[in-house]
């Protein structure tokens, strides 16, 4: 057909979602991947990339809307990047989600189990706790917000649905001080300027941790900046820098200053009480992360009596969380002051069955693996890559008789479960929790089984202090 061409105009049915929200329709044997409409619209189409298979394309005219549309609530959407899906129900993008973990589990994972739960979020605005904020050169100093989508063009935003206000003060105050004080932005491509990112905490209390990442050492006029930032942020406990003077997509260096007050805020999160410093994990949406984490010491299903190793454990939080109806629990993070933060949070809690050592994922479970620790149950949060070949080849090794996997991107959680498969674990449990509502990312917790294979294994049981764990750096509990 002559529209099956770029730039070519055809009439669609979107009869499903893909995995970034996007509605997918079918003409004579292609898959069309459609921006901006939803499932039983019917639409023209502008396709913009034509492959053998697939195409992808943009909604010039709605022709029969869907009941689940509305009138998007932000002034910045679709230009920023940060929220995908502002034109549907809060209801319809549950069901998305909930299809999107059920399809790569089935196409991708080879499983049959179906995805019934989705735990939605009680308050889908204003729910992140921590904000990173890019700046690029621009007119009155420079331009402070998100970028655009699929690029690295900033947005200014003065104003952020997903966001705590006090991040927006601190970005519209770092905006005043630049414009004020005439401060250089940072240029990406030349590797010139100096404000790169604007990075804010906030905790249950309003408190806010503010960080600027600098190209350079220092800032000129910080007396300044601090006492804007003060007056912005009431609540502000400490104002840091961070050096970041390498032409990286990274956001933080690793060197930072204190400014003023403290390098450090304090949350509170499952009943525990958890320190954060900047470059700490710590889900960005903490009152799904409770329903998250609740959701992952069920799938553990402790008695009081067993071992937990738990992977990617950031500053303890589902460590803490396991300890307090495990036996034992070893938490393992490659980031040093992670780990430094989470024994200080185990002791803080007074939880002394705990332990953390500093290595990353795939070493810790390896050496522990090798040294014959048995642990009853592993829990593993990775990143958005999922688990290396390493981390399930020495799972396998230990032969827990669960795995309990936290997951923010269903396509490698699926992978992985099937090559955990193949080392004797079958999925029992599968549940999609909300963490991030208004955007294309789901969370997924679930509970693979080693069932009677590992139902005769022999437990070693022993303190992580009799091991000789030379090259970790352990946590102080």
């Known amino acids: 057909m002559a529209e099956l061409r770029k730039n070519g105009l055809v009439k669609l049915k979107i009869e499903n979602w893909s995995g970034d929200g996007s509605g997918v329709a079918r003409l004579d044997g292609l898959v069309v991947f459609v921006k901006g409409a939803l499932v039983g619209e019917t639409c023209m189409v502008r396709l913009e990339t034509v492959h053998k298979n697939a195409a992808w394309g943009h909604m010039e005219k709605l022709l029969e809307p869907s009941p689940a549309r509305v009138e998007p609530d932000c002034p910045y959407y679709p230009r920023c990047g940060g929220c995908q899906l502002r034109h549907m129900t809060y209801a319809e993008e549950l069901q998305m989600k909930r299809q999107k973990v059920q399809d790569a589990l089935t196409r991708i994972g080879g499983q049959t189990v179906t995805v019934e739960t989705i735990h939605g979020a009680q308050e889908p605005e204003r729910y992140r706790n921590k904000a990173q904020f890019p700046v690029e050169p621009g007119e009155n100093g420079g331009k402070v917000g998100f970028f655009r989508a699929g690029s690295h063009q900033v947005i200014p935003v003065e104003h952020c649905l997903l966001q705590k206000p006090e991040a927006d003060a601190a970005a519209n105050a770092v905006r005043q001080w630049m414009r004020t004080c005439q401060i250089p932005a940072y240029e990406e491509r030349a590797h010139r300027g100096l404000i790169r990112h604007v990075y804010v905490r906030t905790n249950r209390a309003g408190e806010s941790l503010i960080c600027l990442v600098v190209n350079g050492e220092r800032v000129p006029s910080e007396k300044s900046l601090i006492s804007r930032l003060r007056a912005a942020c009431p609540k502000a406990v400490g104002i840091l820098l961070n050096v970041n003077t390498k032409k990286t997509n990274v956001i933080l260096g690793e060197r930072y200053r204190l400014l003023w007050g403290q390098d450090f805020l304090m949350d509170e999160l499952c009943g525990l009480t958890f320190r954060l410093s900047v470059p700490?994990?710590?889900?960005?949406?903490?009152?799904?992360?409770?329903?998250?984490?609740?959701?992952?010491?069920?799938?553990?299903?402790?008695?009081?009596?067993?071992?937990?190793?738990?992977?990617?454990?950031?500053?303890?939080?589902?460590?803490?969380?396991?300890?307090?109806?495990?036996?034992?629990?070893?938490?393992?993070?490659?980031?040093?002051?992670?780990?430094?933060?989470?024994?200080?949070?185990?002791?803080?809690?007074?939880?002394?069955?705990?332990?953390?050592?500093?290595?990353?994922?795939?070493?810790?479970?390896?050496?522990?693996?090798?040294?014959?620790?048995?642990?009853?149950?592993?829990?593993?949060?990775?990143?958005?890559?999922?688990?290396?070949?390493?981390?399930?080849?020495?799972?396998?090794?230990?032969?827990?008789?669960?795995?309990?996997?936290?997951?923010?991107?269903?396509?490698?959680?699926?992978?992985?479960?099937?090559?955990?498969?193949?080392?004797?674990?079958?999925?029992?449990?599968?549940?999609?929790?909300?963490?991030?509502?208004?955007?294309?990312?789901?969370?997924?917790?679930?509970?693979?089984?080693?069932?009677?294979?590992?139902?005769?294994?022999?437990?070693?049981?022993?303190?992580l202090e009799d091991m000789d764990m030379s090259g970790f750096q352990k946590g102080t509990t």
């Open 280 to 463: 700490s994990f710590y889900q960005v949406n903490r009152e799904q992360a409770e329903v998250l984490y609740g959701r992952a010491l069920a799938f553990a299903e402790l008695t009081g009596k067993e071992t937990v190793v738990d992977l990617y454990c950031g500053v303890g939080t589902i460590s803490l969380v396991m300890a307090k109806r495990a036996g034992k629990v070893i938490g393992a993070e490659i980031v040093p002051e992670a780990v430094a933060d989470a024994g200080e949070n185990a002791r803080r809690n007074g939880l002394t069955n705990a332990e953390f050592i500093c290595a990353d994922a795939g070493q810790a479970v390896a050496e522990l693996a090798r040294r014959g620790l048995r642990p009853d149950v592993v829990s593993v949060d990775p990143p958005r890559k999922g688990l290396s070949q390493a981390v399930i080849d020495a799972i396998g090794q230990m032969e827990p008789s669960k795995v309990v996997y936290v997951s923010c991107d269903p396509a490698t959680l699926a992978r992985d479960v099937k090559l955990l498969g193949e080392k004797g674990y079958r999925l029992t449990q599968t549940e999609a929790v909300d963490l991030f509502p208004r955007t294309g990312h789901v969370e997924t917790v679930v509970q693979l089984s080693k069932g009677e294979i590992n139902s005769k294994k022999v437990r070693v049981e022993f303190p």
